[in-house]
């Protein structure tokens, strides 16, 4: 599958990689002794780890310019993998595997840290908000930058209502959530003319205004302090210890992803689903089959922004604390990461794809100095190799059945 050639290549990349990294990698300066410290098995380390590396990358490319027969020859592997995929779709299997996983969820606040208890809520809090983009970009294809716009107004709704009028989390959850649909719908009036990049841009835009008015409104929001003192959510009064309030609110958060699971497969076999998916392939042709656009947008974003309301009380609720440097265009990006690399329009790849870009990076903490650096080449490899996601979405196949049809006759 490689040839001499490339390996050659590979050598020639590792030594330029050896030479380029040769000032970061092996010289380190004690400032403290004024002694250089030579580290040559940095540069053993760099070398070797580069040709195996460029060498398994050339393997992949000339594994993709195969057909795809070929290709299930070459790679005996893949020919299990579909053996486990069909074993695993029986639901004989599925039954006992979901019991299973259900289980661990239960038991996992138990077992675990107050701190992986809180990483994990963060989790299923972004399962949250890319269920709810994925609306909007999976499937309306929208391109929404802006998305933390509606994340920041459900939690600084919790946090306002809190502070004025001394409002409860269940009472400013629904608030919340209705808040940021209705700016959605605002959002999404006048942009509904507007396509692709100049969607974006507008879309941007607007995020960065919503960040921006909640550092300069410090009379109401707090400016950049923010506001702290949030109550995390109540049960009928009782007090709570830290341990026990954050494993209480773990479960009401993974209740919350079962509920958005429900409503979002709902909506997506519903027929503002199928209209949703018919202006994603092609806008044109969706109005001139009778297809309302301007509703169909107007729903896209009212229904994308709710679920970012609700997680941001969630979010509130879980951190005590708010402020704008919580809802920057990066946050909206990481969302955006969540549902393309999970998975445009699939609803097991945006659970996947946030379990995995935020587990991953904390896990890697052991590598501070690096994670940054494989968490960036992961996604690399995954746009180039697996473009479709780690779970791409299932397109619906419609075939005339000839024979059927003669028999019918």
């Known amino acids: 599958m490689v040839t001499l050639k490339q390996i050659r290549n590979s050598v020639l990349i590792a030594l330029w ?8 990698m092996v010289i380190k300066v004690n400032t403290i002794e004024n002694i250089v410290i030579w580290r040559w098995m940095n540069l053993l380390y760099i070398g070797v780890g580069t ?41 004989v299997v599925q039954k006992p595997l979901y019991a299973a996983l259900l289980v661990i969820i239960i038991i996992f606040p138990f077992v675990s840290s107050l701190y992986q208890t809180g990483i994990m809520i963060t989790a299923l809090m972004y399962v949250i908000l890319g269920l709810g ?63 692709g990049d100049y969607l974006a841009i507008v879309t941007l835009a607007f995020g960065e205004i919503v960040r921006i008015l ?27 210890s830290l341990s026990t309030a954050m494993n209480y609110t773990y479960f009401l958060t993974f209740a919350l992803v079962l509920f958005t699971i429900f409503v979002v497969r709902r909506l997506e076999h519903s027929r503002l689903g199928r209209s949703w998916v018919a202006m994603r392939e092609d806008e044109v042709a969706s109005e001139a089959m009778g297809i309302d656009i301007t509703r169909a947008k107007l729903s896209s974003f009212a229904l994308g922004a709710l679920w970012a309301g609700l997680a941001g009380v969630f979010f509130s609720a879980k951190t005590t604390f708010v402020n704008p440097a919580s809802f920057t265009l990066w946050e909206s990006v990481i969302i955006l990461c969540v549902v393309v690399l999970g998975g445009i329009g699939s609803i097991k790849g945006v659970v996947l794809g946030a379990i995995v870009i935020i587990l991953l990076p904390e896990y890697l903490r052991a590598f501070s100095q690096y994670r940054m650096l494989f968490f960036g080449l992961i996604l690399v490899m995954m746009m180039i190799f697996r473009p479709g996601g780690f779970i791409p979405a299932k397109r619906r196949v419609y075939t005339f059945d000839k024979a059927q049809l003669e028999e019918s006759d």
């Not at 990689?17 to 970061?24: A, D, K, N, S, Y």
């Not at 983009?133 to 802006?146: A, E, Q, R, S, T």
Request: charge should be positive; glycine fraction near 12%.
């Open 17 to 24: 990689m050896m030479i380029l990294t040769f000032p970061i």
């Open 133 to 195: 983009l994925n609306i909007v970009v999976g499937l309306g294809g929208l391109l929404h930058l802006g998305y933390a716009a509606f994340y920041a107004v459900g939690a600084y709704t919790y946090a306002l209502l809190h502070r004025y009028l001394g409002l409860s989390f269940w009472v400013c959850l629904p608030i919340g959530a209705l808040s940021a649909m209705l700016l959605g719908i605002l959002v999404g009036l006048p942009v509904l003319r507007l396509r």
């Open 51 to 91: 040709v195996i590396l460029s060498i398994f990358w050339f393997f992949l490319i000339n594994r993709r310019k195969l057909e795809p027969e070929e290709r299930k020859r070459s790679f005996a592997l893949k020919g299990k993998i579909e053996t486990l995929k069909g074993v695993l779709a029986k639901p």
């Open 214 to 240: 909640l550092e300069n409104l410090s009379q109401y929001t707090g400016g950049p302090a923010g506001i702290s003192g949030i109550p995390r959510p109540s049960f009928f009064g009782i007090k709570m």
